[in-house]
């Protein structure tokens, strides 16, 4: 084969693989390409040689342009990455006023701290307290939800039902992005939820078994007709990327998510999130992991994360410990016990010098 067949090989298999990355965005988000491998420029790849020993090798060295190319189309649209300019990292993303004006004033006094927990949520830096975290599972990429996801549509008909149980348990009601290991049915309106920090999944739930699900997480007990499983992950990670929710989200979210993803050990699942509220604090997420003293799981929120602030975070999971002037709230924290767990975090936090 000519040098001009070979390359027309290589020129038609870029083509084939963009075209699958493009199936791939249209229809859930990959894993995530650890180790892109750059193919090497058609102007330096060195002829080929055909002889009796490698005459049959086209077909491998299509294949690994192929996989060469695919791999760089899977992690951009895995991360939903994209360059953001100087003019939009001044109006919304990690330059914007208010971002700089929250990280300048934050009081690591835990009396002034707990003060501002009983404040509504979106005007205050706390969080309004909560037993749970539902999490509604999904296909549609965050880049595609609508701007109120976590309000319409099955997420709706989650919330309803939990609010039939909401004088025994405050419950929040989100939508995530499922990964491809979560193995969630392509079935129309069945959908698989997770409820945090229980670390349990609900699979294949419909809207007609609602119901018993939602008393199911009310009474921690299991209904007789849907499985019922223990989330394998040690940690879970859940990241605001609701990008028709806001530009501050659209801008800040996915850098965010992907420094994470790409930092976190690999026994931690971080997946996209609907909106978490409190816009001016963007960018928002939560970490929920075990506490190895008391040996229980807990949900803590973080606002006004920058990428700076990603090693931290990570370095605070499994030690009990919390990135304090970053802090929003606990899941399951009750006001009674605030004043005493902030201060114990605080004084840690002098201590320690960090």
């Given at each position: 084969?000519?040098?001009?067949?070979?390359?027309?090989?290589?020129?038609?298999?870029?083509?084939?693989?963009?075209?699958?990355?493009?199936?791939?965005?249209?229809?859930?988000s990959v894993q995530p390409i650890s180790?892109?491998?750059?193919?090497?420029?058609?102007?330096?790849?060195?002829?080929?040689?055909?002889?009796?020993?490698?005459?049959?090798?086209?077909?491998?060295?299509?294949?690994?342009?192929?996989?060469?190319?695919?791999?760089?189309?899977?992690?951009?649209?895995?991360?939903?990455?994209?360059?953001?300019?100087?003019?939009?990292?001044?109006?919304?993303?990690?330059?914007?006023?208010?971002?700089?004006?929250?990280?300048?004033?934050?009081?690591?006094?835990?009396?002034?701290?707990?003060?501002?927990?009983?404040?509504?949520?979106?005007?205050?830096?706390?969080?309004?307290?909560?037993?749970?975290?539902?999490?509604?599972?999904?296909?549609?990429?965050?880049?595609?939800?609508?701007?109120?996801?976590?309000?319409?549509?099955?997420?709706?008909?989650?919330?309803?039902?939990?609010?039939?149980?909401?004088?025994?348990?405050?419950?929040?009601?989100?939508?995530?992005?499922?990964?491809?290991?979560?193995?969630i049915s392509q079935e129309q309106d069945?959908?698989?939820?997770?409820?945090?920090?229980?670390?349990?999944?609900?699979?294949?739930?419909?809207?007609?078994?609602?119901?018993?699900?939602?008393?199911?997480?009310?009474?921690?007990?299991?209904?007789?007709?849907?499985?019922?499983?223990?989330?394998?992950?040690?940690?879970?990670?859940?990241?605001?990327?609701?990008?028709?929710?806001?530009?501050?989200?659209?801008?800040?979210?996915?850098?965010?998510?992907?420094?994470?993803?790409?930092?976190?050990?690999?026994?931690?699942?971080?997946?996209?999130?609907?909106?978490?509220?409190?816009?001016?604090?963007?960018?928002?997420?939560?970490?929920?992991?075990?506490?190895?003293?008391m040996n229980k799981w807990f949900g803590?929120?973080?606002?006004?994360?920058?990428?700076?602030?990603?090693?931290?975070?990570?370095?605070?999971?499994?030690?009990?410990?919390?990135?304090?002037?970053?802090?929003?709230?606990?899941?399951?924290?009750?006001?009674?016990?605030?004043?005493?767990?902030?201060?114990?975090?605080?004084?840690?936090?002098?201590?320690?010098?960090?």
């Amino acid at each position: 084969m000519s040098d001009d067949s070979w390359r027309g090989l290589i020129v038609a298999g870029t083509a084939v693989a963009v075209t699958l990355s493009m199936q791939l965005y249209n229809r859930w988000s990959v894993q995530p390409i650890s180790q892109a491998i750059e193919p090497a420029p058609l102007d330096q790849t060195p002829p080929l040689e055909l002889t009796p020993n490698n005459q049959n090798n086209d077909d491998s060295i299509l294949d690994e342009a192929l996989d060469n190319v695919l791999s760089i189309e899977e992690d951009e649209l895995f991360y939903d990455y994209r360059e953001v300019t100087p003019e939009e990292e001044a109006l919304y993303g990690f330059e914007r006023p208010d971002f700089q004006k929250f990280r300048q004033n934050v009081v690591l006094d835990y009396e002034d701290q707990s003060k501002k927990m009983g404040q509504v949520e979106d005007e205050g830096t706390r969080l309004a307290y909560h037993d749970k975290h539902v999490f509604v599972l999904t296909n549609q990429r965050a880049t595609e939800w609508e701007e109120r996801v976590d309000k319409t549509g099955f997420a709706k008909e989650v919330n309803s039902a939990m609010n039939k149980h909401r004088k025994d348990l405050k419950v929040k009601v989100s939508v995530a992005e499922a990964l491809l290991k979560d193995d969630i049915s392509q079935e129309q309106d069945v959908f698989d939820i997770l409820v945090l920090p229980d670390r349990r999944r609900y699979r294949h739930v419909k809207k007609e078994d609602l119901a018993d699900v939602a008393s199911s997480i009310a009474k921690g007990t299991t209904p007789a007709n849907i499985s019922v499983s223990t989330l394998k992950e040690e940690t879970s990670i859940f990241v605001c990327c609701h990008a028709k929710r806001h530009l501050n989200i659209q801008t800040c979210g996915p850098r965010i998510f992907k420094k994470i993803t790409q930092s976190a050990p690999s026994s931690v699942a971080v997946r996209r999130v609907s909106d978490l509220g409190g816009l001016s604090h963007e960018t928002n997420l939560i970490i929920f992991n075990r506490s190895k003293t008391m040996n229980k799981w807990f949900g803590d929120w973080y606002w006004n994360v920058g990428l700076n602030d990603v090693d931290e975070l990570l370095s605070k999971i499994g030690t009990d410990r919390i990135m304090l002037d970053r802090w929003r709230g606990r899941c399951g924290l009750k006001a009674s016990t605030v004043n005493s767990f902030l201060k114990f975090q605080t004084i840690n936090t002098i201590n320690s010098g960090i």
